[in-house]
């Protein structure tokens, strides 16, 4: 026993070592002949290619695909083969093809293809204007010698290739995912039978500028015969599931035609509506109902780029009921006879859907439709009876809409005219008209926390004109109620020339938080801006608001003339209120880019009262002033510009403004920062300026500070709001002040007031009263830093500042003395004859100039006068469309 495992040892060491040496020496091999097998591969191809192929690498493996040797061309690229083609032409791309062989057959030198492999990749078929084709790259073949390098296909895999086929000539496109496919058989022998399994993905096949399959799914597993001897391709009876439907399929390919059948009888007309409703809707409950649907397409075309194919696809639905059961949405006695054809020829294409008919809960529908001339498409149709919006939504998945809802009532008759032009085709009503009856429609897009609902009104449309009639929509707490009347609309959807637009816009009350989109995207989701304001559209908009609610604020009464156009929207005559202020003047705002705005506002108020307006603004979020310490009523000119962004709002640092400001009977009462000052003061340092006294008198001062009248004009600029000097007279004390204040409230105040004030009681002569002549010593106090804790400091530089004034206006009033009093420099016409300083100084007034007046009477007339107008106009409308019914469209 234990010389048979000895023995038995030594046989697996044999082996072993055998094998290793065996794989040696075959590693070896690959390493010395690499290049001599690539090199002869990729010369033999050549041969049949009049193109040139660009490859990234070429590798040789053995043990990745064992038993086979392969051959991977890594990054293929083949530039298509048209004559004006550029390097970003493509005809095939392919990360990596894989030839297979066997590597007995290497060894004796024959190079047999047994498989091939097609990793992900493009494949780009396109027949020019001129019927030139961008795949002719084979070379024609030519009488030689034998070539040891041949196709001995037993298998080809495909897997993620994209396929397109554009032929510009006869206007058609197709284009479809291949997954995965796999085609096994003896490809060598004259005659066989390929074993064909697929799954792909048909993203369009389109006739001119009508696609008739759009991203349905489809899979096949058939046998298909091959007969090299009578070049013929041939499918008798196959199944291949397109949108997980059955259809039969008979093909037969010879070498100058394609003869194609694809049929379907007695579809179940729920299995229809759910696989094509529900393709992009998972966990949803699936229609139930009744009735059958068929399909029959024949197809024949000559085999070439400029063959154009003979189809006729008849399809119909027949007594088909479908309900959805999540919302209990019914459609019944459903009806549709259905033709494609093209046997008419290029030009003539057309299809038609006759006797169109549903029964929803709301009423009945009708209508029918063709559609003919495909490369510029005509619609002639009709339609009339009542559509149950979300039953549509369910059966039809409206792009980008989440959810919608209500009825709409269609009375319609119509022919569309389409216009190719350099920058996009148009679709304009040529015949005809219509009506649409909105009842109840809400709806809400995909990512948007937006709910519209309560949506009613009449919509009449013509070749030129239309007419809106009491279309009411909500929004949240929000409301709107439009009339109003469009004019040139054939030329406006043909770019021609600029929609006229004439509109009456009511609301009760506008809450601004309910236009805002609350859904976050994620982080990988890139926000798409698009233009908001209409580019060319003449508008005149009569604008009537109850109440407008931005965050706690209201404003009521809102009122103004609206001007849209050009991206621009301009409102004169703008009237409204907030915090019992009456506020007028004009706005204009233009959408500079997508969703990016530029504000300008010119406003102007007479009665603003503080009290109410800080309590209203909550303090402006600062406590230094409050709605308790402050009182009066001011009148305001207000110049502003700013831009805007819809997702940042007002860009604050690039706000620039002007604002005439009058305050009459102000006071300021208890302001905690005056307090500050005060104790600031109270320091060993001031004593030797301000005795204690005189402080306490400055402390009980400030603390009510009334004054009968203030003028400035105030600037913002930077993020920074500028107050040039002004002098505040006040019952308690004369203050000199100026300084600036940030939108982070950062400060720079500058005070002062003359020590004189300070006294308790007034200088007295034997003459009476001593009057002032501001020759007296002024204090100078400066305060600034942070808003909440301020530094407060005697202001040197201010002093200076202004003791070399007085240095310098004493001196010229010197001089002037001189010259006035004895003739001296009498021939310096700089130096002015000196004028005694008048003690009474002339207060500055601000002009705030007349305002017009806008009498609430007359604007109420002419609102009904424009209303009366738009009725009228609605009701013109309605007259002709009721002439343009006895037109007759051929649909047959």
């Given at each position: 026993?234990?010389?048979?495992?000895?023995?038995?040892?030594?046989l697996?060491?044999?082996?072993?070592?055998?094998?290793?040496?065996?794989?040696?020496?075959?590693?070896?091999?690959?390493?010395?002949?690499?290049?001599?097998?690539i090199?002869?591969?990729?010369?033999e191809i050549?041969?049949?290619?009049?193109?040139?192929?660009?490859v990234?690498?070429?590798?040789?493996?053995?043990?990745?695909?064992?038993?086979?040797?392969?051959?991977d061309?890594?990054?293929?690229?083949?530039?298509?083969a048209?004559?004006?083609?550029?390097?970003s032409?493509?005809?095939?791309?392919?990360?990596?093809?894989r030839?297979?062989?066997?590597?007995?057959d290497?060894?004796?030198?024959?190079?047999?293809?047994?498989?091939?492999?097609?990793?992900?990749?493009?494949?780009?078929?396109?027949?020019?204007?001129?019927?030139?084709?961008?795949?002719d790259?084979?070379?024609?073949?030519?009488?030689?010698?034998?070539?040891?390098?041949?196709?001995?296909?037993?298998?080809?895999?495909?897997?993620?290739?994209?396929?397109?086929?554009?032929?510009?000539?006869?206007?058609?496109?197709?284009?479809?995912?291949?997954?995965?496919?796999?085609?096994?058989?003896?490809?060598?022998?004259?005659?066989?039978?390929?074993?064909?399994?697929?799954?792909?993905?048909?993203?369009?096949?389109?006739?001119?500028?009508?696609?008739?399959?759009?991203?349905?799914?489809?899979?096949?597993?058939?046998?298909?015969?091959?007969?090299?001897?009578?070049?013929?391709?041939?499918?008798?009876?196959?199944?291949?599931n397109?949108?997980?439907?059955p259809?039969?399929?008979?093909?037969?390919?010879?070498?100058?035609?394609?003869?194609?059948?694809?049929?379907?009888?007695?579809?179940?007309?729920?299995?229809?509506?759910?696989?094509?409703?529900?393709?992009?809707?998972?966990?949803?409950?699936?229609?139930k109902?009744?009735?059958t649907?068929?399909?029959?397409?024949?197809?024949?075309?000559?085999?070439g780029?400029?063959?154009?194919?003979?189809v006729?696809?008849?399809?119909?639905?027949?007594?088909?009921?479908?309900?959805?059961?999540?919302?209990?949405?019914?459609?019944?006695?459903?009806?549709?006879?259905?033709?494609?054809?093209?046997?008419?020829?290029k030009?003539?294409?057309?299809?038609?859907?006759?006797?169109?008919?549903?029964?929803?809960?709301?009423?009945?529908?009708?209508?029918?439709?063709?559609?003919?001339?495909?490369?510029?498409?005509?619609?002639?149709?009709n339609?009339?009876?009542?559509?149950?919006?979300?039953?549509?939504?369910?059966?039809f998945?409206?792009?980008?809409?989440?959810?919608?809802?209500?009825?709409?009532?269609?009375?319609?008759?119509?022919?569309?005219?389409?216009?190719?032009?350099?920058?996009?085709?148009?679709?304009?009503?040529?015949e005809?008209?219509?009506?649409?009856?909105?009842?109840?429609?809400q709806?809400?897009?995909?990512?948007?926390?937006?709910?519209?609902?309560?949506?009613?009104?009449?919509?009449?449309?013509?070749?030129?004109?239309?007419?809106?009639?009491?279309?009411?929509?909500?929004l949240?707490?929000?409301?709107?109620?439009?009339?109003?009347?469009?004019?040139?609309?054939e030329?406006f959807?043909?770019?021609?020339?600029?929609?006229?637009?004439?509109?009456?816009?009511?609301?009760?009350?506008?809450?601004?938080?309910?236009?805002?989109?609350?859904?976050?995207?994620?982080?990988?989701?890139?926000?798409?801006?698009?233009?908001?304001?209409?580019?060319?559209?003449?508008?005149d908009?009569?604008?009537d608001?109850?109440?407008?609610?931005?965050?706690?604020?209201?404003?009521?009464?809102?009122?103004?003339?609206?001007?849209?156009?050009?991206?621009?929207?301009?409102?004169?005559?703008?009237?409204?209120?907030?915090?019992?202020?009456?506020v007028?003047?004009?706005?204009?705002?233009?959408?500079?880019?997508?969703?990016?705005?530029?504000?300008?506002?010119?406003?102007?108020?007479?009665?603003?009262?503080?009290?109410?307006?800080?309590?209203?603004?909550?303090?402006?979020?600062?406590?230094v002033i409050?709605?308790?310490?402050?009182?009066?009523?001011?009148?305001?000119?207000?110049?502003?510009?700013?831009?805007?962004?819809?997702?940042?709002?007002?860009?604050?640092?690039?706000?620039?403004?002007?604002?005439?400001?009058?305050?009459?009977?102000?006071?300021?009462?208890?302001?905690?920062?005056?307090?500050?000052?005060?104790a600031?003061?109270?320091?060993?340092?001031?004593?030797?300026?301000?005795?204690?006294?005189?402080?306490?008198?400055?402390?009980?001062?400030?603390?009510?500070?009334?004054?009968?009248?203030l003028?400035?004009?105030?600037?913002?600029?930077?993020?920074?709001?500028?107050?040039?000097?002004?002098?505040?007279?006040?019952?308690?004390?004369d203050?000199?002040?100026?300084?600036?204040?940030?939108?982070?409230?950062?400060?720079?105040?500058?005070?002062?007031?003359?020590?004189?004030?300070?006294?308790?009681?007034?200088?007295?002569?034997?003459?009476?009263?001593v009057?002032?002549?501001?020759?007296?010593?002024?204090?100078?106090v400066?305060m600034?830093?942070?808003?909440?804790?301020?530094i407060?400091?005697?202001?040197?530089?201010?002093?200076?500042?202004?003791?070399?004034?007085?240095?310098?206006?004493?001196?010229?009033?010197?001089?002037?003395?001189?010259?006035?009093?004895?003739?001296?420099?009498k021939?310096?016409?700089?130096?002015?004859?000196?004028?005694?300083?008048?003690?009474?100084?002339?207060?500055l007034?601000?002009?705030?100039g007349?305002?017009?007046?806008?009498?609430?009477?007359?604007?109420?007339?002419?609102?009904?006068?424009?209303?009366?107008?738009?009725?009228?106009?609605?009701?013109?409308?309605?007259?002709?469309?009721?002439?343009?019914?006895?037109?007759?469209?051929?649909?047959?």
């Amino acid at each position: 026993m234990e010389q048979l495992w000895k023995w038995t040892k030594r046989l697996l060491k044999w082996l072993t070592g055998t094998m290793l040496t065996i794989a040696l020496l075959i590693t070896l091999g690959l390493y010395f002949f690499k290049d001599n097998i690539i090199n002869y591969a990729i010369s033999e191809i050549n041969q049949y290619l009049k193109v040139r192929v660009d490859v990234g690498s070429v590798d040789l493996t053995f043990w990745k695909t064992f038993p086979d040797l392969s051959i991977d061309f890594k990054h293929v690229y083949v530039q298509d083969a048209l004559p004006e083609s550029k390097s970003s032409d493509t005809l095939l791309y392919s990360e990596k093809i894989r030839l297979r062989f066997n590597p007995i057959d290497i060894w004796e030198e024959n190079y047999n293809v047994k498989r091939i492999d097609i990793a992900p990749g493009k494949l780009n078929l396109k027949v020019n204007k001129a019927g030139e084709v961008n795949y002719d790259i084979l070379k024609p073949s030519k009488n030689k010698e034998q070539s040891a390098f041949k196709l001995q296909l037993k298998k080809i895999g495909i897997s993620e290739l994209e396929f397109k086929y554009h032929n510009q000539k006869l206007e058609q496109l197709y284009s479809a995912t291949i997954h995965s496919a796999n085609l096994s058989g003896n490809f060598s022998d004259k005659s066989f039978t390929m074993r064909t399994e697929a799954g792909f993905k048909i993203h369009r096949i389109q006739n001119g500028l009508i696609p008739f399959v759009l991203n349905q799914s489809a899979n096949t597993s058939v046998d298909v015969n091959i007969d090299k001897i009578k070049n013929t391709i041939s499918l008798p009876n196959g199944i291949v599931n397109l949108a997980g439907l059955p259809f039969n399929v008979n093909l037969l390919v010879d070498s100058n035609s394609l003869h194609l059948k694809l049929h379907a009888k007695q579809l179940a007309l729920t299995d229809v509506a759910n696989k094509l409703a529900l393709k992009e809707v998972d966990n949803i409950d699936k229609f139930k109902g009744s009735g059958t649907a068929s399909f029959d397409l024949k197809l024949d075309t000559e085999l070439g780029p400029e063959a154009f194919p003979m189809v006729d696809c008849k399809f119909s639905i027949n007594n088909g009921k479908l309900t959805e059961p999540s919302q209990g949405l019914v459609l019944s006695s459903i009806n549709l006879e259905g033709n494609y054809s093209t046997l008419k020829g290029k030009g003539n294409e057309e299809l038609r859907l006759k006797n169109v008919s549903f029964h929803t809960f709301s009423g009945p529908f009708r209508g029918n439709l063709k559609i003919h001339q495909f490369s510029q498409p005509i619609y002639t149709g009709n339609a009339a009876g009542s559509i149950d919006l979300a039953m549509i939504h369910a059966l039809f998945k409206i792009p980008k809409m989440d959810k919608i809802s209500g009825k709409v009532g269609v009375d319609a008759k119509f022919q569309l005219m389409t216009e190719i032009t350099p920058v996009g085709n148009f679709i304009y009503v040529n015949e005809g008209g219509g009506s649409a009856d909105l009842r109840n429609v809400q709806f809400q897009m995909e990512k948007d926390s937006r709910n519209f609902n309560g949506i009613n009104g009449l919509l009449i449309l013509n070749r030129h004109q239309a007419a809106l009639e009491n279309l009411r929509v909500r929004l949240g707490n929000s409301d709107l109620q439009l009339n109003g009347m469009f004019d040139q609309i054939e030329g406006f959807l043909q770019d021609k020339n600029d929609l006229l637009v004439e509109v009456t816009a009511d609301s009760k009350k506008v809450d601004l938080a309910d236009f805002t989109n609350q859904v976050v995207l994620e982080s990988n989701e890139a926000k798409l801006t698009d233009w908001l304001l209409p580019n060319h559209i003449d508008g005149d908009v009569t604008l009537d608001v109850g109440t407008i609610i931005l965050d706690a604020h209201r404003f009521n009464n809102i009122h103004g003339n609206m001007a849209v156009g050009n991206r621009t929207i301009t409102i004169n005559q703008l009237t409204g209120s907030n915090a019992e202020a009456t506020v007028s003047g004009a706005l204009t705002v233009s959408e500079t880019a997508p969703e990016h705005f530029e504000l300008a506002t010119s406003l102007s108020s007479n009665n603003i009262y503080f009290k109410p307006l800080f309590k209203e603004w909550n303090n402006f979020d600062q406590q230094v002033i409050t709605a308790d310490n402050i009182s009066g009523k001011a009148e305001v000119v207000l110049d502003l510009k700013a831009p805007f962004d819809v997702g940042k709002g007002i860009e604050k640092e690039k706000i620039l403004a002007q604002i005439q400001l009058r305050i009459v009977n102000g006071n300021l009462k208890n302001v905690s920062t005056f307090k500050q000052l005060t104790a600031d003061l109270k320091t060993p340092k001031t004593r030797m300026i301000l005795k204690p006294n005189e402080v306490a008198a400055l402390e009980g001062k400030l603390e009510n500070i009334s004054f009968a009248t203030l003028e400035n004009t105030i600037y913002i600029k930077n993020s920074t709001i500028i107050i040039p000097k002004m002098e505040i007279k006040s019952t308690a004390i004369d203050i000199t002040t100026e300084g600036t204040h940030t939108f982070n409230n950062l400060i720079d105040y500058k005070f002062s007031f003359r020590l004189r004030d300070l006294k308790l009681q007034k200088d007295e002569s034997e003459f009476g009263e001593v009057i002032d002549d501001e020759t007296g010593m002024r204090i100078y106090v400066r305060m600034h830093g942070s808003l909440d804790k301020p530094i407060i400091e005697w202001d040197k530089n201010s002093r200076k500042e202004q003791a070399r004034e007085n240095r310098e206006a004493a001196k010229q009033e010197a001089i002037s003395i001189l010259k006035s009093e004895f003739g001296l420099f009498k021939n310096d016409t700089t130096i002015k004859a000196y004028q005694p300083k008048v003690q009474q100084r002339e207060e500055l007034r601000i002009e705030f100039g007349k305002e017009e007046t806008v009498d609430p009477v007359e604007q109420k007339k002419e609102k009904q006068k424009k209303q009366n107008k738009l009725t009228k106009f609605g009701e013109k409308l309605k007259q002709e469309n009721e002439k343009e019914k006895e037109l007759e469209f051929t649909i047959d």
